[in-house]
């Protein structure tokens, strides 16, 4: 294939990029380093740009005789899509569909898409299998259902073939430790943990531990980032024109934050101071993926099972870049 991977310089993005030059299809990488970094593009060319940029895009298209787009660029956060919406209807939905018409016009018909389990908002069981009605309590979640939607309709009317991934909670990082997450401000819980362990925070809050689940701290599906890579190059070669695959992608276990704490004073040795705290607003308490779809269409499977694994290819990543990648620009600028 040759790809275009549209957020190719941020976290899951970039891990994508990897895998992809590993299997020997050619990368052009298209982001506009807002969050993302150019040092964790580590393959193919990187194109500094909008996805809204509708001649850069289909110029990019063109170009690089791309076949298949993949489509990680987006604002990923709960509470910030609460506080500003505009930010993601601007950049989830409308940038998003700039990008879409760049592709119909230059007759690119092959997409592979981000989606959530956010979009299923607050489910009245867990796991949560694609049957699961799809009603996001907050505008990140909606705006992927939108694009979602759009994905589906541009199928029936125009053969676009792509499929819809809906990602549980992405985490780890590449085995060498080269590249991984880092986001600014950070608001994930394990990379939180993780700064804690190397001491570049005092403790880490547990927003709430009143909820009704086991241990009374929220449970989530953490899946290895680069088991997300496996199943877009599954999804990918699966893509027929004019059909869409609808998968979760996650790994069917649950753990909760007290859980994901233990694991990381198990895996760094350190002590990790935790309070708890409120609970955060919008927050379900228990998102667990029914995985088996992904399975029985995809043939996919996650390797990383255990909390354990998938920690300590994050905890690595983090030593060896306590900065992240702030390091590299810094070298850069000296
Ligand atoms: N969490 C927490 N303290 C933190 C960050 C997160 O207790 O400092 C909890 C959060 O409430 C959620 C889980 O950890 O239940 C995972 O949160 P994260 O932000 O990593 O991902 P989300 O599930 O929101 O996509």
């Not at 700039?98 to 299923?120: I, K």
């Not at 190059?233 to 909760?256: D, H, I, M, Q, Y």
């Not at 306590?322 to 620009?329: C, W």
Request: proline share 5%; hydrophobic share 40%; aromatic share 6%.
């Amino acid at each position: 294939m040759n790809v275009l991977v549209v957020g190719g310089a941020g976290y899951i993005g970039s891990h994508m990029v990897r895998q992809l030059d590993a299997a020997g299809h050619k990368v052009v990488v298209l982001d506009n380093l807002s969050t993302g970094f150019a040092e964790a593009v580590t393959a193919g060319q990187l194109v500094v740009g909008e996805m809204a940029d509708r001649h850069l895009v289909e110029r990019t298209l063109c170009e690089h005789r791309i076949d298949t787009v993949m489509h990680f660029a987006a604002c990923a956060l709960v509470g910030e899509s609460v506080v500003d919406p505009a930010k993601y209807y601007q950049n989830n939905v409308q940038a998003t569909l700039e990008l879409l018409e760049a592709t119909r016009e230059t007759g690119v018909n092959r997409l592979v898409f981000s989606s959530t389990c956010a979009t299923y908002g607050i489910p009245a069981k867990v796991p949560i299998s694609e049957q699961t009605p799809q009603e996001p309590v907050n505008p990140y979640g909606f705006t992927k259902l939108v694009i979602e939607r759009a994905l589906e309709d541009y199928a029936a009317a125009y053969g676009l073939g792509y499929a819809a991934l809906r990602y549980f909670n992405a985490a780890g990082a590449s085995e060498d430790g080269r590249i991984g997450e880092d986001h600014d401000p950070e608001s994930h819980l394990i990379p939180i943990v993780l700064q804690v362990a190397l001491g570049q925070r005092e403790q880490v809050t547990i927003f709430g531990d009143d909820w009704d689940t086991p241990d009374g701290t929220c449970v989530r599906d953490y899946i290895h980032v680069d088991d997300l890579g496996a199943a877009h190059l599954a999804a990918a070669s699966r893509l027929e024109p004019g059909k869409g695959l609808k998968v979760n992608l996650g790994t069917g276990c649950g753990f909760s934050v007290k859980q994901i704490i233990e694991t990381c004073r198990a895996v760094t040795g350190h002590a990790i101071p935790s309070v708890v705290g409120p609970r955060r607003p919008g927050d379900p308490p228990q998102l667990v993926a029914d995985a088996s779809l992904a399975k029985e269409i995809l043939g996919w499977e996650p390797v990383h099972l255990d909390p354990e694994s998938i920690i300590s290819s994050a905890w690595k990543w983090h030593q060896a870049n306590p900065q992240g990648y702030k390091i590299y620009q810094r070298a850069k600028v000296a």
